[in-house]
């Protein structure tokens, strides 16, 4: 069986789990909500959230990550929910960041 690593087509920046404070805004079809950043790649991201939004795998959201100094570089992406457990769930970027593991550690850590 394949571990997640392997399947893994992007380094994943690991944020030491919830210590840095970083938050972001989902949308979908005029609602938001508020989730704490875990991790981040050029292919998506890692979020809690409690509780999870009541959004299914594949549907289709905006992600932007609060109060950055990013130049937009990571607000108003389009991604979807690839997948959830309990309060934690998946975002994949649609299309991928074109943005190596260096500058995502510049911006969010």
Not at 16 to 39: H, M, T
Not at 53 to 61: E, W, Y
Not at 88 to 101: A, D, Q, T, Y
Request: proline share 6%; net charge neutral.
């Amino acid at each position: 069986m394949e571990s997640p690593l392997e399947r893994r087509h992007f380094g994943r920046l690991h944020l030491l789990a919830y210590g840095r404070d970083k938050f972001c805004i989902i949308e979908n079809g005029g609602v938001s909500c508020q989730a704490v950043l875990i991790d981040i790649s050029a292919g998506g991201a890692r979020l809690l959230n409690a509780p999870p939004p009541d959004l299914p795998p594949g549907k289709f959201l905006v992600f932007s990550v609060q109060n950055l100094d990013d130049g937009g570089l990571l607000q108003k992406l389009s991604a979807t929910i690839c997948w959830r457990n309990g309060l934690e769930f998946g975002i994949k970027f649609e299309p991928s960041l074109e943005v190596g593991i260096h500058t995502l550690q510049r911006l969010v850590c």
